[in-house]
């Protein structure tokens, strides 16, 4: 009787990467993956995209063999290829007959895009793909998917098309759609999949399709990063190297992020500032005063926003004043009152109370390092960051505080030297008083009188 072996995602990949390999192979390159840390898809093509060590040195650590530069480079073209679509039937494969995918309620939905200018089709989502036919100005398109540089996958064809144009003169916008709901909407200059991170204190799910009703492939706890290749347009992400879905956008309204990517948010940041202080210098060279009344909107729609409770309207407020050269106070205090929102948003009000003890908590204990310690701990091993914040701000003052009162405590005990040395009784009593005053111990300053004292003059 023959029995049936059940692959893992990791399996499929190394599979398809070396089909030469037998299922002995297979297993016993799973086994070595797992000994340093690469027991997933996305971890392996972490290590392929963002290389920040070798592979072949950590298997030498534990023992194994390194991989020869032939199966290197079968990876990273795996990793290269188009996934097929998850509602399509799988091909049979040696490892494993696998499992009948149950048919989902709804197909991807597809957004419909009016084309600007003539463009061509591509069989992939780059320049250097082979066409396969154009789209003319005027037609309409229906996209399904899109990855994050901005190529959008065809619905009723073969295909592949860019959304935009880029060369030296500029950007130019080659599809329009309104309404475009998907986790990232700005169009990236990276090419290539993009590393996220997970927010949600309770993880995300992995499913083996673009439908919470598909199979469950595991979950990616808080802290943890996955890296995707594209999005479609209900909110899911892709995952390279076939390794699943995830679902990003919250149910019921809520606009706390469940993943987040750095790099693209730092480069949407950045653009919007060059864009926005470029805009300002501009004005600002023919009219000081438009300049200074963009600041002073930006102040003012960042200062309605804190007192608000709508995190997306106080993030687009943050990201106005950042733009306009807002940097002060008025700015962290914006950011730590954002990161409040979205835990709330997040936790709902169950943690609201425990939340309020803490703040208090902090707020009693600003003179005692010992207790804001205790509370950072406890406020950080509670996932709640703003409250981390505060009790390390409320740290870093006191601790200033302490630092300048020695500073001054040691300024005056020089000057009681100093006056104890010159000998003349009015000049050491002064020089006593004002180190007592300034909370020198009269331990210390008894110290410095037996140290110091001219015969006679004490």
């Given at each position: 009787?023959?029995?049936?072996?059940?692959?893992?995602?990791?399996?499929r990949?190394?599979?398809?990467?070396?089909?030469?390999?037998t299922?002995?192979?297979?297993?016993?390159v799973?086994?070595?993956?797992?000994?340093?840390?690469?027991?997933?898809?996305?971890?392996?093509?972490?290590?392929?995209?963002?290389?920040?060590?070798?592979?072949?040195?950590?298997?030498?650590?534990?023992?194994?063999?390194?991989?020869?530069?032939?199966?290197?480079?079968?990876?990273?073209?795996?990793?290269?290829?188009?996934?097929?679509?998850p509602?399509?039937?799988?091909?049979p494969?040696?490892?494993?007959?696998?499992?009948?995918?149950?048919?989902?309620q709804?197909?991807?939905?597809?957004?419909g895009?009016?084309?600007?200018?003539d463009?061509?089709v591509?069989?992939?989502p780059?320049?250097?793909?082979?066409?396969?036919?154009?789209?003319?100005?005027?037609?309409?398109?229906?996209g399904?998917?899109?990855?994050?540089?901005g190529?959008?996958?065809?619905a009723d064809?073969?295909g592949?098309?860019?959304r935009?144009?880029?060369?030296f003169r500029g950007?130019?916008?080659?599809?329009?759609?309104?309404?475009?709901?998907?986790?990232?909407?700005?169009?990236?200059?990276?090419?290539?999949?993009?590393?996220?991170?997970v927010?949600c204190?309770?993880?995300?799910?992995?499913?083996?399709?673009?439908?919470?009703?598909?199979?469950?492939?595991?979950?990616?706890?808080?802290?943890?990063?996955?890296v995707?290749?594209?999005?479609?347009?209900?909110?899911?992400l892709?995952?390279?190297?076939?390794?699943?879905?995830?679902?990003?956008?919250?149910?019921?309204?809520?606009?706390?992020?469940?993943?987040?990517?750095?790099v693209?948010?730092e480069?949407?940041?950045?653009?919007?500032?060059?864009?926005?202080?470029?805009?300002?210098?501009c004005?600002?060279?023919?009219?000081?005063?438009?300049?200074?009344?963009?600041?002073?909107?930006?102040?003012?729609a960042?200062?309605?926003?804190?007192?608000?409770?709508?995190a997306?309207?106080?993030?687009?407020?943050?990201?106005?004043?950042?733009?306009?050269?807002?940097?002060?106070?008025?700015?962290?205090?914006?950011?730590?009152?954002?990161?409040?929102?979205?835990?709330?948003?997040?936790?709902g009000?169950?943690?609201?109370?425990?939340?309020?003890?803490?703040?208090?908590?902090?707020?009693?204990?600003?003179?005692n390092?010992t207790?804001?310690?205790r509370?950072?701990?406890?406020?950080?091993?509670?996932g709640?960051?703003?409250?981390?914040?505060?009790?390390?701000?409320?740290?870093?003052?006191?601790?200033y505080?302490?630092?300048?009162?020695?500073?001054?405590?040691?300024?005056?005990?020089?000057?009681?030297?100093t006056a104890?040395r010159?000998?003349r009784?009015?000049d050491?009593?002064?020089?006593?008083?004002?180190a007592?005053?300034?909370?020198?111990?009269?331990?210390?300053?008894?110290?410095?009188?037996?140290?110091?004292?001219?015969?006679?003059?004490?």
């Amino acid at each position: 009787m023959t029995q049936t072996f059940e692959a893992t995602p990791l399996t499929r990949f190394l599979h398809a990467s070396r089909p030469d390999w037998t299922l002995a192979e297979l297993l016993h390159v799973e086994a070595k993956l797992e000994k340093i840390g690469l027991a997933s898809v996305p971890a392996l093509l972490q290590s392929l995209i963002v290389p920040r060590w070798s592979i072949n040195e950590l298997l030498q650590l534990e023992g194994e063999k390194g991989f020869s530069q032939e199966t290197w480079r079968a990876f990273r073209a795996q990793a290269e290829k188009p996934r097929p679509h998850p509602l399509q039937s799988r091909a049979p494969s040696m490892l494993h007959s696998a499992p009948e995918i149950r048919p989902l309620q709804s197909e991807l939905p597809q957004q419909g895009f009016r084309v600007v200018e003539d463009l061509e089709v591509r069989e992939r989502p780059s320049v250097d793909a082979p066409s396969l036919g154009s789209s003319l100005g005027g037609d309409t398109l229906l996209g399904v998917e899109e990855t994050f540089d901005g190529w959008v996958k065809l619905a009723d064809r073969p295909g592949w098309v860019p959304r935009e144009r880029r060369d030296f003169r500029g950007v130019w916008r080659l599809l329009v759609a309104d309404g475009l709901r998907m986790p990232v909407s700005r169009i990236s200059t990276r090419k290539g999949p993009q590393s996220f991170a997970v927010l949600c204190k309770t993880g995300v799910q992995v499913f083996d399709a673009p439908c919470t009703e598909s199979a469950a492939l595991g979950r990616r706890m808080c802290g943890e990063w996955v890296v995707a290749e594209s999005q479609t347009y209900h909110g899911w992400l892709r995952l390279a190297g076939a390794a699943g879905w995830v679902h990003c956008l919250r149910e019921g309204g809520s606009t706390a992020p469940m993943l987040t990517c750095p790099v693209l948010e730092e480069e949407a940041w950045r653009e919007k500032c060059a864009t926005a202080r470029s805009a300002m210098m501009c004005v600002m060279t023919r009219n000081s005063d438009v300049g200074n009344s963009v600041v002073v909107e930006a102040r003012e729609a960042l200062r309605r926003a804190t007192a608000g409770d709508d995190a997306q309207q106080l993030h687009e407020a943050f990201m106005f004043a950042r733009a306009a050269g807002l940097s002060g106070d008025e700015v962290v205090l914006a950011e730590a009152r954002l990161d409040k929102l979205r835990d709330a948003d997040e936790d709902g009000s169950t943690d609201a109370a425990e939340r309020q003890r803490l703040g208090s908590c902090i707020q009693q204990a600003l003179r005692n390092e010992t207790e804001l310690r205790r509370l950072k701990a406890e406020c950080k091993a509670a996932g709640f960051h703003a409250e981390v914040v505060e009790a390390n701000d409320a740290l870093e003052r006191l601790m200033y505080d302490v630092v300048t009162a020695e500073l001054a405590q040691t300024e005056h005990v020089e000057r009681v030297v100093t006056a104890m040395r010159s000998g003349r009784p009015e000049d050491i009593r002064v020089a006593v008083l004002a180190a007592k005053g300034a909370g020198v111990p009269k331990r210390e300053i008894a110290r410095v009188h037996a140290l110091h004292c001219v015969d006679g003059a004490c």
